[in-house]
């Protein structure tokens, strides 16, 4: 099992930058394919960004695209997106979530491990 952390979760006013990270606990990070989502209160989880274990091509949600910017650091056991460019409407708790398999999915169904969440507030 692991167990994933998140920080640098805030309030920022909107058209500033925000950068998360998630600290795993288990060695084998480099194993498991790695995924941000979100989920603002009344809404379902959300697919934020994605990265396979090998740091191929990455995965966004439409919503962030050419906003956020996703990476791994294997060696540090540690997952990280940077926000730019932020909108009220990317309000909301951001997730880390970690997936045994070998295959992508921006399904929440499909990952098998959370961290508990960051707040993240973007004011007008």
């Known amino acids: 099992q692991v167990q994933l952390v998140e920080s640098g979760g805030g309030l920022v006013q909107a058209g500033g930058s925000l950068r998360l990270s998630c600290a795993a606990s288990?060695?084998?990070?480099?194993?498991?394919?790695m995924a941000w989502f979100r989920q603002a209160p009344g809404k379902e989880r959300e697919f934020v960004a994605g990265m396979t274990r090998r740091s191929a091509v990455p995965k966004y949600g439409d919503s962030v695209k050419g906003r956020f910017t996703i990476s791994r650091d294997n060696a540090k056991s540690t997952l990280y997106v940077q926000m730019n460019n932020l909108k009220p409407e990317d309000t909301a708790v951001y997730y880390c979530?970690?997936?045994?398999?070998?295959?992508?999915?921006?399904?929440?169904?499909?990952?098998?491990?959370w961290g508990q969440g960051t707040q993240v507030t973007v004011s007008s």
């Open positions: 288990r060695q084998t990070f480099s194993s498991y394919t």
């Open positions: 979530a970690a997936d045994t398999s070998i295959l992508f999915s921006s399904a929440a169904a499909s990952y098998d491990y």
